[in-house]
């Protein structure tokens, strides 16, 4: 049983191109100049080797874009929020954007170098991976450091919990720390975190389920999906043979989808059983996955660059046009 206070566990971009928008039903051409607003609902990709971020309304019709980024690797948006925040990774910045994707606030030069990954927070600030400087750190909501954690190792990924006020934070050693999510001191990370989890592989997937009390984790390495109890870290269960487990979202009745990379798949994991309930394959390069409306998933392919829309057992949309897109995220009107 895992006690508190540090105890180690061990677990066994170039020009935009013109995008085209197919259906299962018939073909169309969704691109716009974008400054859009969202409506009902609006599909935020992180379109890496383009260098950009664009969004997309619910039949794949662009309705925002933003250009001012360089390989960006991640993005995140808080429930209720009218912000979000992307890791600009080769521009070394972090950097707070409206719904519109118009600029409100970026991190100072020098700040972070190779930012992977960003978590929202309810106050408006982020947690970052400052993934070559070896460091999470947490900014406030105009982009100014509050504190910096020393990982003693290249930080990978970070993801909120809404209902612990803590933020988890893992590096590329395999290794999982928590913390508070309003930490404000300087030091080091396995000296301030409430605990610490070891001996996963590199992890390629992170997402906290607050509603239900779980941490979901790609172990890449490991070829599992691994989930964990939110309030003390214990393992309740693992999902094997999983070839590139990659990004990860959680479903409001607490399943998890889960792209997967190599296999080609996207998977809807029971929260319960940890068994698969739903299934798409034949996908290239799954990257990362969204909640869409009902049962829907959305999910980005890297290798095949585009963005699917999988509903109902098929593919429902597909969005051309993309190149190595590597995150996506859903916001609909009602803030989810």
């Known amino acids: 049983m895992l006690k508190r206070n540090l105890i180690l566990i061990p677990l066994m971009l170039a020009l935009p191109a013109l995008l085209a928008v197919t259906t299962c039903d018939t073909g169309t051409d969704g691109a716009d100049?974008?400054?859009?607003?969202?409506?009902?609902?609006?599909?935020?990709?992180?379109?890496?080797?383009?260098?950009?971020?664009?969004?997309?309304?619910?039949?794949?019709?662009?309705?925002?874009?933003?250009?001012?980024?360089?390989?960006?690797?991640?993005m995140d948006i808080h429930p209720g929020a009218d912000k979000l925040w992307v890791a600009d990774y080769a521009n070394d910045r972090v950097t707070l954007y409206d719904l519109e994707l118009d600029f409100e606030s970026t991190t100072?030069?020098?700040?972070?170098?190779?930012?992977?990954?960003?978590?929202?927070?309810?106050?408006?600030?982020?947690?970052?991976?400052?993934?070559?400087?070896?460091?999470?750190?947490?900014?406030?909501d105009s982009a100014l450091p509050v504190c910096r954690l020393d990982a003693g190792a290249p930080t990978r990924h970070v993801a909120y919990d809404s209902a612990g006020g803590r933020v988890w934070l893992g590096d590329e050693n395999g290794t999982l720390y928590v913390v508070d999510a309003d930490w404000s001191t300087d030091g080091a990370?396995?000296?301030?975190?409430?605990?610490?989890?070891?001996?996963?592989?590199?992890?390629?997937?992170?997402?906290?389920?607050?509603?239900?009390?779980?941490?979901?984790?790609?172990?890449?390495?490991g070829d599992?999906?691994?989930?964990?109890?939110?309030?003390?870290?214990?393992?309740?269960?693992?999902?094997?043979?999983?070839?590139?487990?990659?990004?990860?979202?959680?479903?409001?009745?607490?399943?998890?989808?889960?792209?997967?990379?190599?296999?080609?798949?996207v998977l809807r994991i029971d929260g319960t059983s940890f068994d698969v309930v739903t299934e798409y394959d034949e996908l290239s390069g799954p990257e990362d996955v969204a909640v869409g409306e009902g049962d829907d998933c959305w999910v980005v392919e890297a290798t095949g660059n585009t963005l699917k829309l999988l509903s109902d057992g098929e593919t429902a949309l597909t969005v051309e046009g993309l190149s190595s897109p590597c995150g996506v995220e859903y916001y609909d009107a009602s803030g989810r």
Not at 119 to 130: E, K, N, S, Y
Not at 191 to 201: H, K, N, P, S, Y
Request: proline share 4%; net charge negative; hydrophobic share 40%.
């Open 33 to 74: 100049d974008g400054g859009g607003t969202p409506g009902e609902g609006i599909v935020y990709v992180v379109d890496k080797m383009n260098d950009r971020l664009i969004g997309f309304d619910y039949a794949g019709e662009q309705r925002v874009l933003d250009l001012f980024v360089t390989r960006p690797t991640d």
């Open 189 to 221: 990370a396995a000296a301030v975190a409430d605990f610490t989890l070891e001996d996963l592989g590199v992890i390629r997937g992170l997402v906290v389920d607050g509603d239900n009390g779980l941490v979901w984790v790609s172990d890449f390495d």
């Open 108 to 140: 100072a030069d020098g700040l972070v170098n190779d930012p992977y990954t960003v978590a929202m927070l309810p106050d408006g600030g982020c947690w970052v991976a400052d993934r070559v400087n070896g460091d999470f750190v947490r900014l406030d």
């Open 224 to 265: 599992r999906l691994i989930c964990l109890d939110s309030e003390d870290g214990a393992l309740l269960g693992n999902v094997l043979n999983l070839d590139g487990p990659m990004g990860l979202a959680v479903h409001p009745d607490g399943d998890c989808w889960v792209a997967v990379r190599e296999d080609g798949r």
